[in-house]
């Protein structure tokens, strides 16, 4: 699993990159829709900051 920290403070959980960007692409525009992020721009910061989880429990 991997995570991604919104600015807001919401975490963003999902099994790898590609679906960190699809739930920060929904997170984005259910809670921020002023956010005007490109793809490109969403996919960077994913990799970027997204970090590995440790396994619940
Ligand atoms: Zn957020």
Redesign the pocket.
Known sequence: MKAID?????RLEGADDEELFRLARE??ER??PEMQRTDGQLRERVAADAYDLEPAQ
Do not use: V
């Open positions: 919104c600015p807001c403070g919401h997170h984005i809670d921020h």
